[in-house]
């Protein structure tokens, strides 16, 4: 069964703090995997893109790392700001990306 | 980059009522649309796969006499929840993908549905 998982499920930080959050998956066949951004009571927004041969790819303050042996992923979050308070959800995309798994997201608090 | 939109962005409707949301895609043709809901703190819940001038295609448990889509356009298609009852109210969000490449599939900004 494809599954995508992600830690921790609630984070919460001080401005200006660096914070990275974590996504296992067990999906196959792999086409890609995109970090999103969801502000609440808005749709997701992607981050990152990354196929199989990519390892880290950056977006502005976001970096994705992707390990296809181990099937992990990270986005790192530099230099955290107020606006960055959302849910952050990994997606991974299977069978020439006509399918997607989605993570249950890791919800983040930048606090003053 | 490419932009999806949603109307309403928030519908509150009575109890046994009908409420139709409407996604466009405004600045490209979306061969395939999806249409997902969201419960709080939960994740999107694929719901249907509509392509343009076809039936749509539901995920199981999803009834499609309740939740009735229409892909009339390349640019448009509409979900209609009937007699929607307490608990349809959610998040739906609709996305939309141009051709086949795995790159070109973009969300809406959802609808908040409330039922009372």
């Known amino acids: 069964k494809n599954q995508v998982e992600q830690s921790p499920q609630s984070l919460i930080i001080l401005e200006g703090k660096n914070c990275t959050l974590q996504c296992n998956y067990t999906v196959s066949p792999f086409s890609n995997l995109r970090w999103y951004k969801q502000d609440t009571g808005r749709g997701p927004v992607s981050l990152t893109i990354m196929t199989f041969s990519e390892n880290t790819k950056s977006n502005g303050r976001y970096t994705a790392t992707l390990d296809a042996d181990t099937k992990q992923s990270s986005l790192h979050i530099t230099a955290s700001q107020l606006s960055d308070s959302a849910s952050y959800i990994c997606?991974?995309?299977?069978?020439?990306?006509?399918?997607?798994?989605f993570g249950t997201g890791t919800q983040l608090k930048v606090e003053l | 980059g490419a932009v999806v939109s949603q109307h309403p962005s928030r519908v509150i409707c009575k109890s046994g009522t009908s409420v139709k949301i409407e996604c466009r895609s405004l600045?490209?043709?979306?061969?395939?649309m999806f249409w997902y809901r969201q419960f709080p703190k939960q994740s999107l819940m694929l719901m249907a796969t509509?392509?343009?001038?076809?039936?749509?295609?539901?995920e199981q448990g999803v009834e499609k006499d309740k939740f009735l889509i229409n892909h009339a356009s390349l640019t448009l298609s509409t979900l209609t929840v009937t007699s929607a009852h307490p608990e349809d109210s959610s998040f739906y969000i609709c996305?939309?993908?141009?051709?086949?490449?795995?790159?070109?599939?973009?969300f809406g900004p959802g609808t908040r549905l409330l039922v009372l």
């Open positions: 509509s392509n343009e001038g076809s039936k749509a295609t539901y």
């Open positions: 997606v991974v995309f299977t069978g020439g990306g006509n399918k997607l798994t």
């Open positions: 600045d490209f043709q979306a061969t395939t």
């Open positions: 996305s939309a993908r141009v051709g086949t490449g795995q790159e070109t599939q973009y």
